[in-house]
């Protein structure tokens, strides 16, 4: 017998005498199959994936994690777990429902992907369980500011610099995905008399053509946009 295929058969007996004419009675036995602990609840998907925002607020829902069991009442009662306590300060979850929430806000700039390890049993008779990874991606908010490396700039030029030579070259760099890619650079303050051009992509420094002054020198304030 198989539960899961079938859990009852309806059966007609019939009792007959052998007299003339022939009297018979019959009665209807139902059978009902009751359930074995005979299979384990598995994960809906073989790839169990979560993401959430890094900076979200404690308490945050990442994903819930669902689970099946062909058997039925205790037998198909689910319960997850963490089968280590690897993470359990950063995420928890619910052994009933299969709900992921964060404990605490995440900053992907230190950690962007954690794999947990977790289980699901049901509370049969002997209990049945299946394990899996379940990795939770932090995606990136833009919470870090360009930084210029180094931070200050000394260079000393030839009063003859042709104007369209390069003076220095200034590099910034941010945290944050992809922010390197689009960065905009320009001159925030300190460019007396505009004797200063920087250009906007290629982070050159030149002097201007048209500047109006001449220095013996000057300190320019730089400015990088992410
Ligand atoms: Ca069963
Ligand atoms: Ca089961
Ligand atoms: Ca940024
Ligand atoms: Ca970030």
Redesign the pocket.
């Known amino acids: 017998m198989d539960r899961e295929r079938r859990d009852s058969y309806t059966l007609t007996i019939t009792a007959s005498d052998l007299g003339s004419p022939q009297q018979s009675t019959s009665v209807q036995l139902i059978i009902t199959v009751n359930d074995a602990n005979d299979n384990r609840p598995l994960f809906n998907t073989s790839s169990l994936q979560g993401a959430i925002l890094?900076n979200s607020p404690a308490g945050s829902s990442v994903m819930r994690i669902i689970a099946t069991d062909a058997d039925v009442g205790m037998n198909a009662q689910l319960e997850f777990n963490f089968t280590t306590t690897e993470y359990s300060d950063v995420f928890s979850l619910n052994p009933t429902t299969g709900e992921v929430t964060a404990l605490k806000p995440l900053d992907?700039?230190k950690q962007d992907r954690y794999t947990l390890k977790i289980s699901v049993s049901d509370h049969g008779d002997p209990r049945l369980s299946s394990s899996a990874d379940v990795t939770i991606n932090v995606i990136?908010?833009?919470?870090?500011c360009p930084k210029f490396q180094p931070a200050v700039y000394n260079k000393s030029i030839s009063e003859n610099l042709p104007f369209n030579q390069s003076i220095v070259q200034v590099t910034a760099t941010d945290?944050?995905?992809k922010d390197n890619e689009k960065m905009m650079y320009s001159i925030w303050s300190g460019n007396q008399g505009g004797a200063f051009i920087i250009d906007r992509d290629g982070k050159e420094i030149c002097l201007n053509i048209f500047a109006s002054t001449n220095l013996a020198s000057s300190c320019v304030i730089l400015c990088c946009l992410d």
């Open positions: 890094e992907r700039e990136d908010v833009d919470d870090n945290a944050d995905v």
